[in-house]
């Protein structure tokens, strides 16, 4: 981790109407550092992430990623897209196509490379994510630990310069959750850039540089993990934690 900023927000806030979502929401994520952000449910981590990536507009306040303002549209927006990745939930693999397909997609459409390179580049990450030998198959083949690693590996694909994990194993079977923070714990340990919304808190711990606590569309406290676990600050994140913990 270095000191330089690659993700800041300054002020950001964000109504879903009469609801504010993303109130005064001031973070800056340093190249190489892991965040993880917990929180009651409606809190607005989601909304966090999506803003971030601009798949949702703020009302005000700024976000800048590597030194630049979000872009609000064209060729800039799609290589913001393509430098911060996204997981989600709900893994969203293509279903009509095959896994290797799935990682392939978005450098081939998106960037225009070559197949051979990209290729070569899917196979590696699918290796990497212990999925290469399932890369003929379509995604409903695999477990859900299985399709949410092939969606990492898509999201890797990009070589992205971030990636945001938005509640990445909530929706698994308990006994898939280990292999996806697995490979996620690898990924924190070779120095990506990851924000990481997630209910393990075992992660958070063994993973994160820095914890987040949100709660109404408030970064209420941040802390690194030994000391927000030992010592949270705030009632609110007492209260969170002697309910999950
Ligand atoms: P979290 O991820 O922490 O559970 P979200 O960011 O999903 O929280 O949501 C924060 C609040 O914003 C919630 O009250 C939610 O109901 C509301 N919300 C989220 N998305 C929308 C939307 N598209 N339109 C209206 N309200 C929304
Ligand atoms: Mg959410």
Not at 23 to 29: H, R
Not at 64 to 88: C, H, I, N, Y
Not at 132 to 151: D, I, M, T
Request: glycine share 8%.
């Amino acid at each position: 981790m270095t000191d330089e900023a690659l993700i800041v927000l300054e002020s950001v806030n964000k109504w879903f109407g009469p609801l504010h979502v993303l109130q005064d929401v001031s973070l800056s994520v340093a190249r190489g550092e892991v965040v993880v952000v917990i929180g009651p449910s409606g809190s607005g981590k989601s909304t966090l992430c999506r803003a971030i990536n601009r798949l949702e507009p703020i009302n005000s306040g700024t976000i800048t990623f590597d030194g630049q303002p979000l872009a609000a549209e064209g060729r800039a927006l799609a290589k913001l897209r393509s430098e911060v990745g996204m997981v989600f939930q709900s893994f969203n693999l293509f279903a009509h196509k095959t896994i290797l397909q799935n990682v392939m997609l978005g450098p081939i459409k998106v960037r225009k490379e070559k197949q051979a390179v990209v290729r070569d580049r899917a196979m590696g990450l699918l290796e990497r994510v212990g999925i290469a030998n399932q890369a003929e198959k379509y995604p409903a083949q695999l477990s859900g630990g299985q399709q949410q690693r092939v969606a990492i590996a898509r999201a890797l694909a990009m070589q992205p310069k971030a990636l945001l994990f938005d509640e990445p194993t909530s929706a698994l079977d308990p006994e898939m959750v280990g292999e996806v923070l697995d490979v996620m714990t690898s990924l924190a340990r070779e120095g990506m850039t990851m924000v990481v919304v997630t209910h393990e808190m075992g992660f958070a711990r063994h993973a994160a540089n820095r914890v987040v606590f949100m709660a109404d569309g408030q970064l209420v406290e941040q802390a690194p993990p030994e000391e927000f676990f030992a010592n949270p600050k705030s009632e609110r994140a007492r209260d969170f934690l002697s309910k999950i913990l």
